[in-house]
């Protein structure tokens, strides 16, 4: 593929089930040096909203998609890109027409989106979440809470020990525990997603048994939210280091606010960004969850997830 410049500029997208990202880099010309990134940027599109609990894409969410990827589209070409990698994760996967949304961004745009399966997602998560977090010789729990699915991993700086993905996403939680988010969440819905998660997560008790992870690392948006509350303030996707510690008395401050406050509290609390509040409900719960099942005291949020870990393969390759 000949361009007019020598410059190798890669687009990476990953359209998740909360958030479509999209990451420009341009590529090292000596081996070894990082890559340069020229725009990193994402998009809350809510794919899962409205439908991914009956396994379709709703209109809405499926316009909002075409929407966010014509506008990446823009940017890939403003930017020059010469190489574009799109991955999309579970509302693509398992949808009833999450083909047909595949096929009309390809028409629209271009862009070819290929769906990858859990078990990829969570490789990739792990690759991406090693370049922002020096993991070391000892197993860490790395979990990346989606809006569709969420990928747990057990791993250290070089081996992955265990990983698997679970249809568990937050949209999902939402939906099923907490449909009606207007309010606070009730004490039993609370405690039917613990049940739930009980149930669900047998295997991630057992591995976490065997492995004994010494911290947890997060990925995605909810981290990030979680690091945000703790700073209390909001950032932008430009602005966050590649992890953040986040003191556990700082998450379970967090924890607390999210449960005893209705919607327009939770939208008021300083770091959240609104199409983030509800979600974050159930997604802390589920943090907790895996907090009290591992009694891991230590947790890092890592700024960089499937993207970062694409790339990281790309440089190898």
Known sequence: MHTAHAHRRLALIDLGTNTFHLLIVEMPTVPGEKPL???RTKAGVRLGEGGISKGVIAPEAYARALHTLAGFKEEIELHEVTETRATATSAMRVTRNGPDLVRDIFEQTGIQVDVIPGEREAELIC?????????GPEPHLLMDIGGGSVEFIIADEGTIFWKQSFEIGAQRLLDQFFPNPAGIIPAAAVAAEQDYLNAVLAPLAAAIKHYKPVSLVGAS???DSLADMQ???????????????LCLASFQDSYRHLLSGNHEQRVALPGILPMRADM???AAVLIDYVLGISEITRIRTSAYALKEGLLAEMLVN
Do not use: D
């Not at 690759?127 to 993991?135: C, D, E, K, N």
């Open 221 to 223: 948006g909810s981290f």
């Open 127 to 135: 690759a991406g979440i090693r370049q922002a977090v020096p993991l």
């Open 231 to 245: 700073l209390g303030e909001l950032r932008s996707e430009a602005h966050l280091p590649p992890f953040t510690e």
């Open 37 to 39: 990134v020229l725009l």
């Open 280 to 282: 974050l409900v159930v």
